[in-house]
T-cell receptor, first 112, second 114 residues
Framework: DAMVIQNPRYQVTQFGKPVTLSCSQTLNHNVMYWYQQKSSQAPKLLFHYYDKDFNNEADTPDNFQSRRPNTSFCFLDIRSPGLGDAAMYLC???????????FGPGTRLTVL | DQQVKQNSPSLSVQEGRISILNCDYTNSMFDYFLWYKKYPAEGPTFLISISSIKDKNEDGRFTVFLNKSAKHLSLHIVPSQPGDSAVYFCAASGANFGNEKLTFGTGTRLTIIP
């Protein structure tokens, strides 16, 4: 089945220790998104790639970086996680021809 | 500044009755609206959408109504089933040309009582 896969599902890191979350897709979609969702809040877009073109949201902290080495994979790097970065991180894809987005199951990040 | 608002954090409905979930938005540039459903430990899944040129879109048990002048949309589920128990997110975007940012509401947790 075509899908969006996120690994790991649960990630624990220490304050200030870099962490990388990964997302892969078998949908062959052009666009990949990263969202942050904190408890009882709306998912918040961090950035997205249209093919190799990177688009950063204006209020995304510099602490968050992303890489998309190929169509299938996209990574979220948090350089120095703080306690406030503990959240669910959702990866999504879209074709680029419709606004409908397809989401992965998310990675829940805990910062100790 | 929350541009998409779901003012009811939770809703309980008897099985077989109608569930009505509401969503308000403030940005008049929004042109396309989507509803997503989310089960625990899963990502949101697309449910139904509506363009601003329509005021109603129906798909089986699910109907979305859009009142553009009031900047309000609602999702109707009839009849409600136990499997409909989930968190429902409303989202809004610019025109449906693709590659548009989605702005989400905070979600409404729907519980269907057997």
């Amino acid at each position: 089945d075509a899908m969006v896969i996120q690994n790991p599902r649960y990630q624990v890191t220490q304050f200030g220790k870099p962490v990388t979350l990964s997302c892969s897709q078998t949908l062959n979609h052009n666009v990949m998104y990263w969202y942050q969702q904190k408890s009882s809040q709306a998912p918040k877009l961090l950035f997205h790639y249209y093919d190799k073109d990177f688009n950063n949201e204006a209020d995304t902290p510099d602490n968050f970086q992303s890489r998309r080495p190929n169509t299938s994979f996209c990574f979220l790097d948090i350089r120095s996680p703080g306690l406030g970065d503990a959240a669910m991180y959702l990866c999504a894809t879209s074709t680029g021809r419709s606004n409908e987005q397809f989401f992965g199951p998310g990675t829940r990040l805990t910062v100790l | 500044d929350q541009q998409v608002k779901q003012n009811s954090p939770s809703l309980s409905v008897q099985e077989g009755r109608i569930s009505i979930l509401n969503c308000d938005y403030t940005n008049s540039m929004f042109d396309y609206f989507l509803w997503y459903k989310k089960y625990p430990a899963e990502g949101p899944t697309f449910l139904i959408s509506i363009s601003s040129i329509k005021d109603k879109n129906e798909d089986g048990r699910f109907t979305v109504f859009l009142n553009k002048s009031a900047k309000h949309l609602s999702l109707h589920i009839v009849p409600s089933q136990p499997g409909d128990s989930a968190v429902y997110f409303c989202a809004a975007s610019g025109a449906n040309f693709g590659n548009e940012k989605l702005t989400f509401g905070t979600g409404t947790r729907l519980t269907i009582i057997p």
